[in-house]
């Protein structure tokens, strides 16, 4: 069986319960590099997702990392790193030391799938809602303590 890689921009939507995922394909390519900063703005979470055989895709994460970094003008956002064609090990250029390491030092997770196979890829999109939900209910605004004492009212007529 021959898999191709991905030439164009392709856009999924779907909807799991109030959540919605836009999925914006682009294989790395530079000529989607505008379409992916809009993407940046408005996500609210990211895989970044590279190929545990090339060398490349997985040298790229640290740029894209860097560059939802400076879109959303955040020290830290959630995101979790993905490594695809788990089941290739074999082919595989990327350890997952390697990619470990890489994911301690973005501090972000990191999560091995193979899609040929549908191995944690539904894992990956579940721990990143995960992600995302944690990391908003960290910058909700603390509830402001009730500081008055429930005094028992007495009217007297």
């Known amino acids: 069986m021959t898999w191709i ?4 921009c392709e856009i999924v939507e779907r909807t799991l319960s109030e959540l919605m995922f836009a999925v914006l394909d682009t294989a790395g390519q530079e000529e ?3 379409m992916r900063e809009q993407y940046m703005r408005s996500g609210e979470g990211f895989l970044l ?5 090339d060398k490349a895709s997985f040298d790229e994460i640290y740029k894209f990392h860097r560059q939802i970094l400076r879109v959303k003008d955040r020290d830290e956002f959630p995101m979790l790193m ?5 089941d290739l090990d074999h082919q595989r250029l990327v ?5 470990q390491n890489l994911s301690r030092q973005l501090k972000i997770p990191y999560i091995e799938c ?7 890829v539904d894992q990956a999109f579940h721990e990143l809602v995960r992600i995302v939900r944690k990391f908003q209910l960290s910058e909700r605004p603390p509830l402001k303590p009730n500081n008055k004492k429930n005094k028992k009212k007495c009217a007297i007529l």
Not at 82 to 86: M, P, Q, S
Not at 95 to 99: H, T
Request: glycine share 4%.
């Open 5 to 8: 890689e991905t030439i164009t």
């Open 82 to 86: 993905v490594g695809n064609k788990a």
């Open 95 to 99: 350890s997952p030391v390697e990619a």
């Open 114 to 120: 193979s899609a040929k196979l549908r191995m944690n």
């Open 32 to 34: 989607f590099s505008a």
């Open 49 to 53: 997702v590279f190929s545990v055989t």
